[in-house]
């Protein structure tokens, strides 16, 4: 027995020895994973669907799960020099968003599917395809790239980068139309849609991720402390798997900080635009806006 211990102990310490001498001289490569960091979370499609009979045209997102979080890769690890998304560093990142069919339609004679950028949180990036098979090209204004794309009709996941330690939430608005192949002029008496996508990024010291760092988070902490193994759910924000006075550290010195992203402001349809007369709906929104900035009224955070 004890032999069999002793050998067991000597093979330990010359695997050891191998993985010391065959061990990486830098930080692991890893290639952009769908939900950030290394997270293969799921898909979250923009259904894209064309009802020629009525002539609607609707995109919808589906909520079956959580809002995306842009995530950067950890300081252990890093993407393979030359690689086209080499250029992402440690930025945040998300790529589950993707463009998708919904359904058999096909867009009106003569035109194609354009998605145009409406407006968007400063600093938001947005590059062809994901995983290592997209361009990284620049879309919809990044890198001077056109802010409209014309979409294939297939289903395509686009990658979105936040500039680095960026810690709340991010949105881009578009416009999704039908309009002349070369011109990209929206075809006219053809309905058009807007949508607006949103992410959230991991704010230091927020545990639970609710845009605020508070008492919660604070108990989430105490209840972690000395624990190993953790994540950051659990009050690891340096990602060294342990919960101590580090994060204690991290937490108390942004302690009441709130995501203060002003959220999107509704978004015109162009047939609205073209008609010239409001909608009620639109009468309605600019009415409650005139209201809420009367002088004397502090708007509350909506997103709170
Ligand atoms: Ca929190």
């Not at 002793?6 to 994973?33: D, E, K, N, S, T």
């Not at 919904?102 to 194609?112: H, K, R």
């Not at 759910?233 to 006075?245: E, G, H, I, K, S």
């Not at 959220?263 to 639109?282: F, H, K, N």
Request: proline share 9%.
């Amino acid at each position: 027995m004890k032999t069999r211990i002793r050998g067991m102990w000597m093979c330990g310490c010359f695997m050891a020895a191998m993985v010391g001498l065959a061990g990486p001289a830098h930080a692991q490569y890893v290639i952009p994973m769908l939900g950030g960091d290394q997270f293969g979370a799921d898909m979250v499609h923009i259904d894209i669907y064309y009802n020629a009979g009525i002539n609607k045209l609707t995109a919808t997102i589906d909520t079956s799960n959580p809002t995306p979080d842009m995530l950067p890769i950890k300081p252990t690890q890093q993407w393979e020099p030359g690689k086209p998304w080499a250029f992402i560093g440690y930025k945040p990142y998300n790529a589950q968003y993707g463009w998708n069919p919904s359904g058999n339609w096909l867009p009106p004679a003569g035109t194609t599917i354009w998605i145009s950028l409406l407006q968007k949180t400063p600093g938001l990036e947005c590059y062809s395809g994901c995983w290592n098979t997209g361009s990284y090209a620049g879309l919809f204004g990044t890198n001077g790239s056109e802010t409209t794309w014309e979409w294939s009709g297939r289903m395509i996941h686009n990658t979105y980068v936040a500039p680095e330690a960026a810690n709340a939430s991010y949105w881009a608005q578009y416009r999704v139309y039908f309009g002349d192949p070369v011109t990209k002029a929206a075809a006219p008496g053809v309905d058009d849609t807007t949508v607006t996508l949103v992410w959230t990024a991991r704010h230091p010291g927020d545990a639970n991720r609710d845009g605020h760092v508070n008492v919660d988070d604070l108990g989430i902490l105490a209840s972690n402390y000395g624990g190993t193994s953790k994540n950051w759910a659990q009050a690891d924000f340096t990602w060294d798997l342990a919960v101590n006075v580090d994060d204690l550290g991290i937490l108390a010195s942004n302690y009441d900080w709130f995501d203060a992203t002003p959220p999107p402001p509704p978004a015109e349809p162009l047939s609205a635009v073209a008609s010239g007369v409001p909608e009620p709906t639109v009468l309605l929104t600019a009415c409650l806006l005139l209201a809420a900035l009367r002088p004397g009224r502090r708007m509350r955070n909506p997103t709170r």
